[in-house]
């Protein structure tokens, strides 16, 4: 790329990010994205700065700086560190501006950004070899959207007993977002949505648990293997109300490590059910939706055109600026703070709730199922496990106690597969205001009681870059946080009968 090209490519980035809310001016030129001409998007010499930050006044006076410079937040804003994504013609004037201690997190991006778009190369390695997917081999890398939709439809077609094909809708590029719901043996969750308020269903569902805390766990584990020798079910009868949990990746499309640790969580599921006794006992209880991409558009994005996009890849109102920052758009406390109303924002909150279309299609799946107990929403970077509220700070779940003790349990079991230490409480406590965020809409207006953000691995020495060889610990541990927070529900249902 030529210099003039770079340099163009740094002022319009620096152009194209943070708008304080009731400070609005005039919307930044092109983002840089828009302009590679096809080729994938150059960060030469753009530092990402570690700034320490040790009061809500500092905070505040960081977020100014960072608005008025249109910078690219890496990590939320927080007491503590905060990572700030800086290119070289802002550097100088930024660490001049700052009155805050900070270092240099990454010195050049450009040096672990690839030369070449990565989907071009996957697809050349994917046509030389099919993959295994029960095994971890393919976990070693990171895969393109439709690598990761390869895997999903396998899993679907090699185990039809246990695993089912769940299709939420279309992105506005026309992307199918999917993924497989994992239940226990020949049972068909597509029925549920059929009759899903039937006093006999609701009946059923109170026999069956009187019959498990019965049978407890060696009957369970005995059934199990037992299903699996003969294809045995109950659940052959008409469908109980059996609950959901669901998780998903990729709702920001930078954050690689979220879909590859829920592709994880998912063939572990499928492999290890009436082979593990714990994952047997979460899915005889629980069906397992696992969306790996929900931002299928922005995904896609990221592997063929700019490996830093964050946002979906809707049209906005400014021609230049597209994408809506997904997880700023649910309708719960909509535009409360912590958002921004610039389109060319990387938090862009949208024209309106529920505008784009990936969190409206989660949510009319939350809706339509009505037995959601437990969503996930994985996201990368900083090892937090996240819990309502982020909207309004003085807000808190009337069930708080239940799902921090959820949530700790979760990351003890996490931090007992590789010692990773992840901290846990509200989006409020942990980092700063961010109004609009999925776990809020799920919690408060989806009724599912057990709603977590999780940012995955690091804490910002590789950030978005996260090595590939990271992601197979990081889908081991997060698994055996998932299997302990299904298994905790499950025992505390048992316990106080708890009900969706
Ligand atoms: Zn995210």
Redesign the pocket.
Known sequence: MHLLTISLVLTLSALCVAQPQGQQRPFAAVHPSNKNNGEYARFDNEQVLRVQISSIEQLKQLEAIVENKNLDLWSNLRIGTVDVRVPLSELEAFKAAIPFPFSVMISNLQDLVPEEAPAATALLQNNLKPWNFTDDSFWLKYHDLATLNTFTETMVNQFPRIVTRTSLGHTHEGREVFGLTIHRYNRDPEADDVDSDDKDDDNELDLEDLIEDLVKEVRTEMRSWWSWLVGFSKSQKKSPKVKTILLHGG??AR?WI?PATVSYIAKELILGYGVNKKITQAVDRYDFTIIPVLNADGYAYTWEHNRMW?KNRQPTSIPFCPGIDT?RNWGYKWNHGGSSGNPCNEAYRGPEAFAAEEPTMIANYILRKKNVVAYLDF??YSQLWMTPFGGDCSEIPDDDEDIMEGGLGAAKALMDVHGTKFAVGSICKIIYQASGSSVDWTYAEGGVKYSYGV?LRDKGLHGYMLPAKEILPSGQETLAAVVHLANFIRVREDQWGDKV
């Open positions: 709702q920001h954050e979220g964050r997880n996201h990368a940012e």
